[in-house]
């Protein structure tokens, strides 16, 4: 299958000087299509691609029209490009991370967001959702991967978290004359100043709006796991984000403070770690999302004997990290509705599938863990008319692996060929 990839990645794709690609009209024969996972493989398919989008699924290997390349993928397993709902594309967790906050301008953090942007998308992610970073360097790296001027996955984006005083997302652990240089229009307390914050999140372009419910690990403070907004707060931006046409995902940890926004209205949870029964419930009952990030909760457990990290982002993780994969054990066994998201930026750009894994060792069939992160994730960042499946109409974002993925999951960890938009970015070598 490599060799035959390679041979399409130079037929199927046209470099520009920058090393840009450019779409081009193929004919993909497909030895196993898993078209949308949930509803198994089909066999012997061929996926017809025709200026970005998926314009016919047939069975049987057809013939190309004249002029139109094959791309020879019948002795692998194909299926629809994946969807990250947790990432933070601009950073990236290190020893250095605290001093580069403040020597990085949101330049070098876009042009940084680009390179891991490229990673991510060879890793077979050909959409990610951006839930915290600097606005101006997320909005500028989404639209500059729209404008087709950086390889990337396409990016629904949040831009920065919107967060209380002294809370996660506020900055925290700096002498006070620093943290007032540096906090921004996001940091809002009461209602009324919190509808502000979402407003004016918006006006500067989030696409969705991301809120700290509770205290997070990373944050350099003391101040808990639980809730920090108000009800009332959260009401108020729940009430005018959606009056705008935004969703609201809420990172969130302790139970006081999943309950609490799932009650004002929140459309996902974020991490969920002290999910209970009674919270399962509330997620049914409010139609919620899970976005699970059992990957970051084994990242920081890894990282609690790390002098570099502040001691109080320490004392977190070693209670947080271990307890996520029974958190998602309990949250799938009771049907809540989860999403894939990694929160990746905490852990390595490109190693994002290393949630499948976990997902399925948390008691996902290795299809469910897969349609996780096609079918409902392109739901959940309301996109699923577009991505998710390989239907016609929708783009072609289409990824392949030379072994079977339903009866070894770790056959995701190197993806062999990635397309999105009809664009061939990867082939194998």
């Known amino acids: 299958?490599?060799?035959?990839?390679?041979?399409?990645?130079?037929?199927?794709?046209?470099?520009?000087?920058?090393?840009?690609?450019?779409?081009?009209?193929?004919?993909?024969?497909?030895?196993?299509?898993?078209?949308?996972?949930?509803?198994?493989?089909?066999?012997?398919q061929t996926i017809t691609v025709k200026d970005g989008k998926i314009v016919s699924v047939e069975a049987g290997y057809k013939k190309?029209?004249?002029?139109?390349?094959?791309?020879?993928?019948?002795?692998?397993?194909?299926?629809?490009?994946?969807?990250?709902?947790?990432?933070?594309?601009?950073?990236?967790?290190?020893?250095?991370?605290?001093?580069?906050?403040?020597?990085?301008?949101?330049?070098?953090?876009a042009f940084k967001g680009a390179g891991f942007a490229y990673k991510t998308l060879l890793a077979g992610f050909t959409t990610v959702q951006d839930v915290g970073g600097s606005?101006?360097?997320?909005?500028?790296?989404?639209?500059?991967?729209?404008?087709?001027?950086?390889?990337?996955?396409?990016?629904?984006?949040?831009?920065?978290?919107?967060?209380?005083?002294?809370?996660?997302?506020?900055?925290?652990?700096?002498?006070?004359?620093?943290?007032?240089?540096?906090?921004?229009?996001?940091?809002?307390?009461?209602?009324?100043?919190?509808?502000?914050?979402?407003?004016?999140?918006?006006?500067?372009?989030?696409?969705?709006?991301?809120?700290?419910?509770?205290?997070?690990?990373?944050?350099?403070?003391r101040a808990g796991l639980e809730q920090q907004f108000t009800n009332d707060e959260l009401s108020a931006i729940v009430e005018a984000a959606h009056s705008m046409g935004r969703q609201v995902t809420a990172h969130a940890h302790g139970k006081g403070g999943i309950d609490s926004a799932l009650r004002a209205g929140v459309d996902s949870i974020e991490h969920g770690s002290y999910t209970d029964e009674e919270t399962i419930e509330l997620f049914k009952e409010y139609d919620a999302t899970l976005v699970p990030t059992v990957l970051a909760g084994a990242t920081v457990t890894g990282w609690v004997n790390e002098p570099w990290l502040p001691a109080a982002s320490r004392e977190k993780a070693a209670i947080v990290g271990p307890h996520m994969i029974d958190m998602l054990r309990m949250a799938h066994a009771g049907g809540v509705n989860v999403a894939f998201g990694t929160d990746t930026g905490v852990s390595r750009h490109g190693q994002n599938a290393e949630e499948l894994p976990l997902m399925?060792?948390?008691?996902?069939?290795?299809?469910?863990?897969?349609?996780?992160?096609?079918?409902?994730?392109?739901?959940?960042?309301?996109m699923d008319e577009q991505i998710g499946t390989i239907?016609?109409?929708?783009?072609?974002?289409?990824?392949?692996?030379?072994?079977?993925?339903?009866?070894?999951?770790?056959?995701m960890l190197d993806v062999d060929f990635v397309m999105k938009g009809g664009t061939v970015y990867k082939g194998g070598n």
Do not use: W
């Not at 399925?360 to 309301?382: C, K, M, N, Q, Y």
């Open 1 to 44: 299958m490599k060799a035959a990839a390679s041979a399409a990645l130079v037929a199927g794709t046209v470099f520009g000087a920058g090393g840009s690609a450019f779409a081009q009209d193929a004919v993909i024969h497909a030895g196993h299509l898993l078209a949308k996972p949930g509803e198994g493989y089909k066999t012997k």
């Open 64 to 109: 190309a029209p004249r002029g139109v390349e094959v791309i020879d993928l019948r002795d692998a397993y194909v299926m629809p490009g994946m969807i990250d709902s947790h990432v933070h594309i601009t950073s990236e967790t290190s020893p250095t991370g605290r001093i580069e906050m403040f020597e990085n301008t949101d330049v070098d953090s």
């Open 135 to 221: 606005n101006e360097a997320v909005f500028g790296l989404r639209d500059a991967i729209e404008a087709g001027q950086v390889p990337g996955p396409r990016m629904r984006a949040a831009g920065r978290a919107v967060a209380v005083t002294g809370g996660h997302g506020d900055i925290n652990g700096y002498s006070p004359v620093v943290m007032a240089m540096f906090t921004g229009s996001n940091i809002c307390n009461g209602a009324d100043d919190c509808r502000r914050a979402v407003r004016q999140q918006i006006k500067e372009g989030a696409d969705v709006i991301k809120i700290t419910a509770t205290g997070g690990v990373l944050s350099n403070t």
């Open 360 to 382: 399925v060792d948390a008691g996902f069939t290795p299809e469910e863990a897969l349609r996780s992160a096609t079918v409902i994730a392109s739901e959940h960042v309301e």
């Open 391 to 411: 239907e016609t109409g929708k783009y072609a974002d289409i990824i392949a692996v030379e072994g079977d993925p339903l009866k070894d999951i770790n056959e």
